[in-house]
């Protein structure tokens, strides 16, 4: 009963760390600092080239968008700007920073696929209109969308190094099976951002906001995720855990004490007890005569001819009478 009770407990201590960190996750971005926020001037660059016509792409990528514009537009009071870029080799559109978001939004819901892939073409344009309008004191980003190679216009890793040297970084986002994942992992990688791979709809959608989320709450974002990998393997391995903490403890408690004596070495140290042949009394090792009895100890005397022998000698050397040894 007792150990049923202590297993519920650490369940409980576990399920604490768990709900505590998603707890942390999910409300980090209304907990943060206004003050130590960054503001941001942010572009979506977004593939609209044909590709994007199939299974929807296109459609789940304009969700992914606007609910990405409502994360940074939810408090105004951060004063974060977005701006939207599309691309494809027919036209490059673009909804500037200063826009409403509400337009910006209208603008993504009308989207359409057509053309080949421009991706250069897009973070180019995006880029030129981050250095020419946006604010002094603004992290200026870049957030790229692409299902596919760039088969067109400017090479994309000319136009991120342009966007490195303006100290713009970009996100990449490689959507679906097609995309050309070795490219869009240079283009970060060149401006010190970082590549996700979002292979269907709903995942986009989750990726779009964790980019939002390490954007706005970093420190938070990372923190929390730590409690929950924490928590995870508190859940899944307490018994392992006790067990091992329990094995230790016993080692150390069954482990003999070590004494730091000086072995004697001297010659009376290991004389073994001095006992009476007659009457087996045990006498002190210096002892040549017994306390008990008077008779003779401590050597080996012959009975008959008192002759002192060797203390291992079983027989007299001077009569041959067996001795076998007194006071030993």
Do not use: W
Not at 34 to 55: A, H, R
Not at 272 to 278: D, E, P, R, T, W
């Amino acid at each position: 009963m007792k150990s049923e009770l202590k297993r519920k407990s650490q369940i409980g201590v576990g399920f604490t760390i768990l709900i505590f960190a998603v707890g942390l996750s999910y409300f980090s971005v209304e907990t943060i600092d206004k003050q130590e926020t960054p503001q941001y001037d942010i572009y979506l660059v977004i593939d609209v080239s044909g590709s994007m016509e199939g299974n929807e792409k296109l459609v789940f990528a304009k969700q992914a968008a606007m609910e990405f514009v409502d994360i940074f537009q939810s408090d105004q009071s951060l004063n974060h700007q977005i701006g939207l870029v599309t691309f494809s080799d027919y036209s490059n559109f673009l909804v500037s920073l200063e826009d409403e978001p509400e337009k910006m939004k209208e603008s993504i819901s009308k989207l359409y696929p057509e053309g080949g892939t421009a991706m250069g073409d897009g973070i180019s344009l995006a880029t030129q209109s981050l250095i020419e309008k946006t604010r002094d004191d603004t992290t200026k980003v870049i957030v790229l969308l692409s299902d596919g190679a760039s088969n067109t216009g400017l090479h994309p890793l000319i136009a991120a190094g342009t966007a490195n040297d303006h100290d713009i970084t970009i996100f990449s986002v490689g959507y679906g099976y097609g995309a050309d994942v070795q490219t869009l992992k240079a283009v970060s990688s060149v401006t010190g951002g970082e590549y996700y791979h979002a292979p269907t709809g709903k995942e986009l959608a989750d990726t779009f906001n964790e980019i939002a989320d390490i954007l706005i709450s970093p420190v938070s974002h990372y923190s929390s995720r730590i409690l929950i990998l924490l928590a995870i393997p508190v859940l899944l391995f307490i018994p392992t855990i006790e067990r091992g903490l329990t094995t230790m403890m016993e080692r150390v408690q069954d482990k003999p004490v070590t004494r730091n004596v000086k072995k004697s070495t001297s010659k009376s140290d290991t004389i073994q007890k001095n006992i009476c042949k007659k009457c087996s009394h045990v006498n002190r090792p210096s002892s040549k005569f017994c306390i008990k009895c008077g008779d003779t100890i401590g050597k080996n005397i012959c009975k008959k001819c008192s002759h002192v022998n060797r203390p291992s000698s079983k027989f007299c050397i001077k009569c041959g009478d067996t001795i076998g040894g007194y006071g030993r």
